[in-house]
Structure formats: C-alpha cells, structure tokens
C-alpha cells in the first residue's frame, strides 16, 4: 500500500531533550515536507526537500532540523523541544512539487511540557 | 490582510443536502488550486485540484476558480454523513510554496 508513515503517533516529551519524529514513504517520490497544524492556524510548512541532500526552509522552520540522506526517509529533528512546539505534526510527499498533490501521514502529536 | 481566507465553520447541513465550501485568496501569483479533506484524527488527503478558471467535476464533487474575483469553491452534490470532516483550500504559488486556508468543518446529519 503506498503511505507515508510517521513514528511516533503521540509524543509526550520535556523541555530541552532532544526528539526526532520519523517519516517514510515508499512511493519514491522526490518531493517530501513537513507541516505542524495548530488550531487558528492551519497548516504551516516547516521544512521541505525537493531531492536527496536538498532542503529548504519554510514558513515556519525555527528549532527545527531536517536531514534528507535517502530518497524514502523525511525525519524531523528538535534538538531542544520548547512547549511552544506543542503540535500536531504530519509529513507528506509528492512525486515532484507541491503542484502534483501531497499523500500526507496520520500525524504526530507532540506534547512538550 | 491574510493571503487566504476560508470560513471555519463548522458548517451543518441534512443529508442529501448541496454544500458550497469557499476561499478567498489576495495574491495573483498563485496558479494551482486544490481542495483537501481532513478526518478526525487523519492527515489531509487530496480531493481535487485544477489550475484554471472554470468548474471541474469528480463524482459527486465540483471545484470552481475564478481567477478575476480570486474566489475557489467547492460543491458537494447529495451530500452523506460519510462527508464529515474539514475541508482545506491550497494555493500553489511557484514550485513548492503551498499556502493552505484554515479550513471549513462540516457536518452532515442523517
């Protein structure tokens, strides 16, 4: 079945200890971002990767970090979690650009105290 | 002003009912429209998208642009309790900036 599978699903973590939510896609598309959802928000991309060792920042990209090593794996990385990153997180790939429509993954709730 | 305006809701209509979700939009740049629906607990998933000014039809679903009032519409034609959920605008500006509206929730009782 193709996804996007993000680990974990629910995240309860303290301030200041280093996290990473993982994401994978088995489609072998190109395209891959991250977005977190905030009630009064809406959707806000982080961090996005149009290839293999190429990102880019989004909107909002501060205290976050993304690595893009293999063409399948997405992971986002909070060196030092602050409870104003408290959010619902998903990640979401393309074949080639936002343009083609994004499969997005079940989502990463992250709570940081 | 925000680049993207779409009601919250939430929006309640009877089954079997015609549901008109909609956005505004302020900057001309962009130039791909989609419409994503997002269940409880879920990720968004892709309903339509188009990139020019007209109606498009999928099923029971019509996506409408008007590029000159900078108006995007969705219709959902007999609408079903199945259609629950909330439903999110996204512009396309460029390769890869997609701005996404807030999103309308809808009900649909029985």
């Known amino acids: 079945e193709a996804q996007v599978t993000q680990n974990p699903r629910y995240l309860i973590t303290v301030t200041g200890k280093k996290l990473t939510v993982t994401c994978s896609q088995n489609?072998?598309?190109?395209?891959m971002s991250w977005y977190r959802q905030d009630p009064g928000l809406g959707l806000r991309q982080i961090y996005y990767?149009?290839?293999?060792?190429?990102?880019d920042k989004g909107d909002v990209p501060e205290g976050y970090k993304v690595s893009r090593k293999e063409k399948r794996n997405f992971p986002l990385i909070l060196e030092s979690p602050s409870p104003n990153q408290t959010s619902l997180y998903f990640c979401?790939?393309?074949?080639?650009?936002?343009?083609?429509?994004?499969?997005f993954g079940s989502g990463t709730r992250l709570t940081v105290v | 002003q925000k680049e993207v305006e779409q009601d919250p809701g939430p929006l309640s209509v009877p089954e079997g009912a015609i549901v008109s979700l909609n956005c505004t939009y302020s900057?001309?740049?962009?130039?791909?429209f989609m419409w994503y629906r997002q269940y409880s607990r879920k990720g968004p998933e892709l309903l339509m998208y188009?990139?020019?000014?007209g109606n498009k039809e999928d099923g029971r679903f019509t996506a409408q642009v008007d590029k000159s009032s900078k108006y995007i519409s969705l219709f959902i034609r007999d609408s079903q309790p199945s259609d629950s959920a909330t439903y999110l605008c996204?512009?396309?500006?460029?390769?890869?900036?997609?701005?996404f509206g807030k999103g309308t929730m809808l009900l649909v009782s029985p």
């Open positions: 979401a790939s393309s074949p080639n650009g936002a343009g083609y429509g994004y499969t």
């Open positions: 996204a512009l396309l500006s460029g390769y890869s900036t997609l701005t």
């Open positions: 900057n001309s740049a962009f130039q791909y």
């Open positions: 489609m072998n598309h190109e395209y």
């Open positions: 188009t990139y020019s000014s």
């Open positions: 990767s149009m290839n293999v060792e190429v990102t």
